[in-house]
C-alpha cells in the first residue's frame, strides 16, 4: 500500500481527504500523516480520513519514512519548496495547480519533475468533469468535421473573503496569489483547450482589474493552436457570490457544440448539446451522465469528489505500475506558458508566441 502524506488541509484539500478516504477503503491508498499550520484544520482533516497522525509541521510529511507519496494543496506560494523538498527526497508528487506563482519558477520544476524518478501530477482536476470528458471525445470522433473555433467563458465569485465572508483571502493579493482570474482559476481552462485542441502557439489578451486588487479579475484571450483552431478564452473573477460557471462553444466544420457546467458538480444550467445541419439541437442528459460517471467510480457522494477521486486514483495507480502519471508537470508547463503569453501580451499590448518565452 502506497503511504501517503497531504500538505494543506483547506477547502481543496478536504474535498483530497475524502477521495484518499475512498482510495485507502480499497486498500490502494495509506493516510499517513496530513499537515496544516493550523492545527484546527489538520484535526478537521483527520475527521474526514484516518490519517495516523496530524503535524503542524509541513517538512515532517516530507522526512516521514512511511510517506511515499506526498499531496500538496497548501497555497500555491508554497508549492515550489514542498515539491523540490519532496522530489529530493524521493517522494511521488501530486501538487494543486498553479504550480507556482512566476513562469520561471513553474518551469524550473517541471525540468526537475521530468529528471526526476518520482510520478509527478498536476491538480487539473476539471480533465475528470463528465462534461468535459463527454466533450472531448464528442470533438475526437471526428464526424463533426474538424474544430475551427471556439469560446470559451470561465466566471467565478471573487474568492476573497472581502467579497465571500468566511472565505481565505491569499488570492486577491499578487505576493500570494501570482496572479488573478487567468492565473488562479483559469489555467484549468488552459489545460483544457489544450487537451482538446492541442498545443497553442500564440497568444493576445487583455486583463482588467475592477475590484482594485492588485490581480486582474477580467481576462480576454485570443489563443492560436497549432492545429489552426482559433479560440476565445474570457475569465472574470466577479461580485455575484454563490456563482460560478464554464460554458464552451465550438463550431466544428459540420456541427455546433454548446457546454456548460458549474465546477461542483450538477447545478441546473449543465447542458451539453450538438447542433448538426437540418437538425434540432441533440441535448445530452446530463444528469444520466452524471450518474454514470459517478456509478463507474463507484462514488457515494455526488460531489466534485467525482473529479478528485479520479485524480488521486489515477496518480496511486501510475505510482503502482510505475509509469508516468497524466495530466502531468509536462501538461502544467503548457497551461502555464500560454498564461504568461497572456500577461506578457496584456502587458505589451502586442500578440506572444509562446516558443519565444525566455
Ligand atoms: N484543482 C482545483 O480545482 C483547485 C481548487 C481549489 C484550490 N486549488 C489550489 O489548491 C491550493 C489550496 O487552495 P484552497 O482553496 O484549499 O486554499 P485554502 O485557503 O482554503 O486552504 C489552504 C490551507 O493551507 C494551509 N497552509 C498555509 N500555509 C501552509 C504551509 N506552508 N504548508 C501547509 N499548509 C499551509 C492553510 O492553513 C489552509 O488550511 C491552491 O494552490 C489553490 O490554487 C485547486
Not at 109 to 133: D, E, K, N, Y
Not at 175 to 198: M, N, R
Request: charged content about 20%; overall charge negative; hydrophobic content about 45%.
Amino acid at each position: 500500500m502506497i503511504g501517503v502524506g497531504q500538505i494543506g488541509c483547506g477547502r481543496i484539500g478536504m474535498g483530497h481527504a475524502y477521495a484518499l478516504r475512498l482510495l485507502a477503503q480499497d486498500g490502494s491508498a495509506r493516510p499517513v500523516v496530513a499537515a496544516d499550520p493550523s492545527a484546527e484544520a489538520a484535526a478537521e482533516i483527520a475527521r474526514i480520513c484516518p490519517f495516523e497522525r496530524t503535524t503542524t509541521d509541513p517538512a515532517a510529511v516530507i522526512a516521514d519514512p512511511e510517506v511515499d507519496a506526498v499531496l500538496i494543496a497548501s497555497p500555491t506560494t508554497t508549492h515550489p519548496g514542498l515539491v523540490r523538498g519532496a522530489l529530493a527526497a524521493g517522494k511521488h508528487v501530486l501538487c494543486e495547480k498553479p504550480l507556482a506563482t512566476d513562469f520561471p519558477t513553474v518551469r524550473d520544476l517541471c525540468a526537475l519533475a521530468a529528471a526526476a524518478a518520482p510520478v509527478t501530477q498536476v491538480g487539473f482536476h476539471s480533465r475528470w468533469h463528465p462534461i468535459w470528458l463527454e466533450l472531448r471525445d464528442l470533438l475526437g470522433r471526428g464526424d463533426l468535421g474538424a474544430p475551427m473555433a471556439y469560446s470559451l467563458r470561465d466566471d467565478q465569485f471573487w474568492p476573497t473573503g472581502d467579497v465571500v465572508p468566511g472565505h481565505s483571502s491569499w488570492r486577491s493579493d499578487r505576493a500570494q496569489a501570482g496572479g488573478g482570474a487567468l492565473l488562479e482559476h483559469s489555467i484549468h481552462s488552459a489545460d483544457l483547450v489544450t487537451w482538446v485542441f492541442g498545443p497553442v502557439t500564440r497568444v493576445y489578451a487583455q486583463t482588467r482589474r475592477r475590484f482594485g486588487y492588485d490581480v486582474e479579475d477580467v481576462a480576454v484571450c485570443t489563443v492560436e493552436h497549432a492545429s489552426g483552431v482559433v479560440g476565445a478564452l474570457t475569465t472574470v473573477f466577479n461580485g455575484v457570490r454563490g456563482r460560478e460557471e464554464r460554458r464552451f462553444e465550438v463550431f466544428c466544420e459540420h456541427a455546433s457544440v454548446e457546454a456548460t457546467s458549474d465546477f461542483l458538480v450538477g447545478a441546473p444550467e449543465d447542458g451539453l448539446s450538438v447542433q448538426r445541419p437540418d437538425e434540432p439541437a441533440d441535448r445530452a442528459d446530463v444528469a444520466a451522465l452524471r450518474e454514470r460517471h459517478f456509478d463507474a467510480m463507484g462514488l457515494p457522494r455526488r460531489d466534485f469528489v467525482v473529479y478528485l477521486y479520479p485524480a488521486a486514483r489515477g496518480w496511486l495507480g501510475a505510482i503502482a505500475q510505475g509509469r508516468p502519471a497524466s495530466p502531468g508537470f509536462a501538461d502544467a508547463l503548457a497551461a502555464h506558458a500560454l498564461v504568461e503569453a497572456a500577461y506578457r501580451s496584456a502587458a505589451t499590448g502586442a500578440p506572444v508566441e509562446l516558443a519565444a518565452l525566455d
